[in-house]
């Protein structure tokens, strides 16, 4: 766990994908740098743009995946995260506990 906050802190946490990228290395057992292609291709952006955090505020701004300071209409809270589990096609546990909750 340690290294992988290390590596996502290092990539801009929130600022760009480093969230992104830890959480699918934790989801899927990847390696950083399988995880940084994997999230390339699924946000349609290439591996050097994950870590340009003007590019990643768009991208997360259009995808509504969660910004580190929302403006008003943006994704923030359980619905980012919803949207983060259905984009990169993981499994997250608080979405899945809530999903069960409203079932």
Known sequence: MALTHAHAS??????AAGDLVARVQMARGMRIQEAKAY?????????????????MTEIRDDLQIGLVTPLP???????????IA????????????FKDRTA
């Open 86 to 97: 259905e984009v990169l096609g993981v499994d997250i546990n608080c979405v899945q506990c």
């Open 39 to 55: 999230v390339a291709e699924r946000l349609k952006v290439s591996v050097s743009e994950l870590t340009d955090p003007v590019i």
């Open 10 to 15: 290092g990539m801009g946490g929130m600022r």
């Open 73 to 83: 209409g943006c994704a923030k809270g359980i619905e980012a995260k919803f949207r």
